[in-house]
Structure formats: C-alpha cells, structure tokens
C-alpha cells in the first residue's frame, strides 16, 4: 500500500492555471503508475491523466488535452498535474491515485487514492 497526499488546489478564474501535486509513502514510488482523476458535484469521478513508472508515457482524457500535462519526479516521490486554461467545468475534487500495473490502463488497475484537493474555477 501506497499512502498519498495532494496539494495545490484552490480557486482560481477562468484561464487561469493551478498546479496540483501528489506525494506518495509507504512503498517504492517507481512501482506505480500515477495517475489524476476528478469528481464534479452530482457526478462520476472520472479520469484525468496518468503516467507510467518512468515518465515516459502519458496519458489524458479528450477533455483536458493540450490543457493539463502530467509528470514525475522519482527522487522525491511526487507526481504533478500542471492546469492551464481552466474552464468551470474544470471545477472538482481532484485525486491522485496509485497504480502497479501499466499507465495505460491504469483507470482499471487503482490500487491507492489519496484524499483529494477541491480545485474551483470561476467566471
């Protein structure tokens, strides 16, 4: 198990950007695919982004490309999301989460989440 914490949410205005951040415990940080995934009011949690162990691959939902970008940094167990462009509909809690399997599957494969951050843009 994986213990994981974000930060960096917040308000913001619309255009705006916001960078969220996960720090992961507990177990060997580069065994896990991360990922970010998002939760609206009155919606699913639905998914975001993810990267595999090494950061060499990424992936993103159709809504958020060219718009979010999501990385690693190994040596100090975090993994990013870098928001620019935030629209309202952006609006959410936002959660990390841990994956052993592949980065590409990896809205099928979470095995730890963390607590979530409330990112709000305005008009």
């Known amino acids: 198990q994986v213990q994981l914490v974000e930060s960096g949410g917040g308000l913001v205005q619309a255009g705006g950007s916001l960078r969220l951040s996960c720090t992961a415990s507990?177990?060997?940080?580069?065994?896990?695919?991360m990922g970010w995934f998002r939760q609206a009011p009155g919606k699913e949690r639905e998914f975001v982004a993810a990267?595999?162990?090494?950061?060499?691959?990424?992936y993103y939902a159709d809504s958020v490309k060219g718009r979010f970008w999501i990385s690693r940094d190994n040596a100090k167990n975090t993994v990013y999301l870098q928001m620019n462009s935030l629209k309202p509909e952006d609006t959410a809690v936002y959660y990390c989460?841990?994956?052993?399997?592949?980065?590409?599957?990896?809205?099928?494969?979470?095995?730890?989440w963390g607590q979530g951050t409330q990112v709000t843009v305005s008009l």
């Open positions: 989460a841990a994956s052993r399997g592949e980065a590409a599957s990896l809205e099928w494969s979470v095995s730890d």
């Open positions: 990267i595999s162990w090494s950061g060499g691959s990424t």
């Open positions: 507990g177990r060997t940080f580069i065994n896990y695919a």
